[in-house]
């Protein structure tokens, strides 16, 4: 049984940082692409970052391109988004999940089926 466990949400003043950490078990984790969602209230899901399988590849939506930087540590089952320069409408729940296997980096949300609880990211004004 696949399982998803993020944290390292919290409250963070704009321009600030958070580094958020997803464990997945139940998989074999270095062979899958790795995702980062989120969902804001009142919004649809959207994708922030991906990777690829061997971590060669990202893909990250335009809103937080230059700012969020997506990582993973095979020998530790886990993913990272480390999370600069946050703006405000970066508040959101934050979800991560594995997608494709073997795949490449994509925000393809029907990629993605396993979701864990999520993690609340908060940026005060």
């Known amino acids: 049984q696949v399982q998803v466990v993020e944290s390292g949400g919290g409250l963070v003043q704009a321009g600030g940082s958070l580094r958020l950490s997803c464990t997945a078990s139940?998989?074999?984790?270095?062979?899958?692409?790795m995702g980062w969602f989120r969902q804001a209230p009142g919004k649809e899901r959207e994708g922030v970052s991906s990777?690829?399988?061997?971590?060669?590849?990202?893909y990250d939506a335009a809103s937080v391109r230059g700012r969020f930087t997506i990582f993973r540590d095979d020998n530790k089952n886990t993913l990272y988004l480390q999370m600069n320069s946050l703006k405000p409408e970066d508040t959101a729940m934050y979800y991560c999940?594995?997608?494709?296997?073997?795949?490449?980096?994509?925000?393809?949300?029907?990629?993605?089926?396993?979701w864990g609880q999520g993690t609340q990211v908060t940026v005060s004004s």
């Open positions: 999940a594995p997608g494709v296997y073997y795949g490449v980096a994509s925000l393809f949300l029907n990629d993605y089926n396993f």
């Open positions: 139940g998989l074999t984790f270095d062979r899958y692409a």
């Open positions: 990777i690829s399988w061997s971590g060669d590849n990202t």
